[in-house]
């Protein structure tokens, strides 16, 4: 796993990814000492009245500028999960996921994938918390000012967060 990756590194930059076909959020998280610091965050967009094809390329063309301008060690996506009452959402994810898993794997960084419930079992120390309750422990977890907005920055800030502290790095 990417824990022998973290061994005996001063320190590592992690993106952690919320994929969606509509928005991916991102964040990057880079270990200090003695901390945790938010390098970048923020939302990927395609337009909704494109073709499937061309909102991934863009999503691959945006992941690949992101990649490649801020070199993380890492990238931590989301896992795939499904509802019953919206499978067509699970298709699209794993869309966008295949896209961004290509897209680091071309590039030789390590992926690491986390379902939603760790995350927030991580964060919350509840598997059930709600997107509220992750925006605010992911908050307080990194001394953020404001409340990281949209959810799909908090969701990705959350991914990174989790990744590292199973690291072991120290987040404050």
């Known amino acids: 796993m990417f824990f022998s990756i ?53 999503l691959y063309a945006e992941v690949c500028g992101l990649l490649d301008r801020l070199h993380p060690e890492l990238v931590v996506i989301e896992e795939i999960y499904a509802e019953t009452k ?10 966008a996921r295949g ?6 794997r071309q590039r030789k960084i390590p992926i690491v994938p986390l379902t ?6 991580a964060t919350t120390a509840n598997g059930n918390a709600s997107k509220r309750q992750v925006q605010r422990a992911v908050q307080a977890l990194l001394g ?25 790095v120290a987040l404050r």
């Open 6 to 58: 973290v061994l005996g590194v001063r320190s590592i930059r992690a993106l952690g990814l919320d994929p969606g076909l509509v928005e991916t959020g991102y964040a990057i998280l880079e270990s200090t000492r003695p901390g945790v610091t938010v390098v970048e965050t923020g939302v990927l967009r395609t337009r909704g009245d494109d073709p499937l094809e061309v909102r991934l390329e863009q």
């Open 86 to 95: 919206f499978p067509r959402t699970a298709i699209l994810m794993g869309h």
């Open 99 to 104: 896209v961004i898993c290509l897209a680091a």
């Open 116 to 121: 939603p419930a760790e995350v927030k079992r």
């Open 144 to 168: 953020l000012q404001a409340l990281p907005r949209p959810s799909h920055v908090a969701d990705a800030l959350g991914l990174a967060v989790t990744a590292l502290s199973r690291a072991g």
